[in-house]
């Protein structure tokens, strides 16, 4: 059977050599190097030719980080996890923007990097449970941010409306109110509707307060 081969890119021996502990019990996996560093990484990814590089995040003379993106520029395809301390949004995002397959945070269990190993040499990304929480969470902020900016362009009329439909108002005594017509009235509905992609007026007064918008 031919193995796959590994680099391990980490400037503590410690964490190296377990890191070696763990893939030696997997038959298929054959650990081909060590760096001590991301300027070492490079130069072993590139004398090696490793199937996959597991980078420590935090490495004298070049990051992890920094040592990835060196390793992408010479072999865009190359296979890389992130091991890291950190379950900062910034880390994540920028590896993930930069071509990272895998971002696995040291604190978890060891089964989640077997499993990263894994799955990335079977061509799938593959995040540490923290690190999904992390990205769910950032990627349900970023939509409810976007969609708040999104509201907050209601016209100074679809903010009267509103505030006259919560008050319970029918379309016929809004318009009397504002002194326009029902037609006029039920467009403002419609294009507010449309706006916070609700389907009736309970929906609509829902999504606005969720997002204090009135």
Do not use: W
């Not at 009736?200 to 969720?210: A, F, G, H």
């Amino acid at each position: 059977m031919t193995k796959q081969k590994i680099l391990i890119a980490d400037d503590h021996a410690m964490i190296r050599e377990g890191i070696k502990i763990l893939l030696k019990k997997k038959k298929e996996y054959e650990v081909i190097g060590e760096a001590v560093n991301g300027l070492d990484a490079v130069e072993k990814f590139k004398n090696l030719n490793p199937d996959l590089v597991i980078l420590d995040i935090s490495m004298p003379e070049l990051s992890g980080m920094e040592a990835a993106k060196e390793i992408l520029n010479i072999d865009p395809a190359a296979l890389i996890i992130i091991l890291s301390m950190y379950d900062d949004e910034d880390y994540i995002r920028l590896c993930l923007e930069i071509g990272v397959k895998s971002y696995v945070v040291k604190s978890e269990s060891s089964e989640e990097l077997v499993d990263a190993v894994k799955n990335v040499l079977a061509g799938e990304s593959y995040y540490s449970s923290r690190v999904q929480q992390v990205i769910v969470k950032n990627y349900t902020s970023s939509a409810k941010k976007n969609k708040k900016e999104q509201l907050v362009k209601l016209t100074s009329r679809e903010l009267e409306v509103v505030k006259l439909i919560s008050e319970g108002l029918t379309s016929h005594e809004i318009a009397k109110k504002l002194f326009i017509s029902s037609r006029t009235v039920e467009t403002h509905r419609s294009n507010l509707l449309s706006k916070a992609d609700a389907k009736n007026s309970m929906e609509l007064l829902r999504k606005l307060s969720d997002l204090n918008i009135f």
